[in-house]
């Protein structure tokens, strides 16, 4: 999965993201950053809960998801156990790196969106 994921990093290591470092940096101020930081929950949520269906329900993204439910009894340990097929972890997590790119959030907001909704999966 890391090398699947590994040009999100290279990109934003590149400053081609859209993350900013201080909420002055963007004009909404604080407001805009609480705002794209509740807005990336959300629509995390609504990105995990299709994917999640697409991979249930579409045959050939089953058969790559069949590899976590064939853990029997998935925990929030299934993904360090490489229950994932590479491709069914990269999709999982292909919105947390994609919406930084399209939508300037605040570095911190990002970084506490994504580690609140990977907590809400676990
Ligand atoms: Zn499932």
């Not at 999965?1 to 400053?15: E, N, Q, R």
Request: hydrophobic share 50%; charged share 10%.
């Amino acid at each position: 999965m890391s090398l699947l994921a590994a040009p999100w990093d290279v990109a934003a290591a590149a400053g081609a993201d859209r993350r900013y470092a201080a909420v002055g940096d963007h004009p909404g101020g604080a407001a805009y950053a609480v705002a794209t930081a509740v807005a990336f929950l959300a629509v995390g949520e609504t990105y995990s809960y299709w994917e999640n269906r697409a991979l249930h329900r579409v045959p050939a993204l089953a058969r790559l998801h069949a590899a976590y439910h064939a853990v029997g009894s998935p925990t929030p340990f299934a993904a360090l156990t490489l229950a994932f097929h590479p491709l069914d972890g990269y999709a999982q997590g292909l919105y947390f790196h994609a919406f930084p790119f399209v939508v300037p959030v605040h570095r911190g907001a990002s970084r506490c969106s994504t580690a609140a909704v990977r907590t809400a999966v676990m």
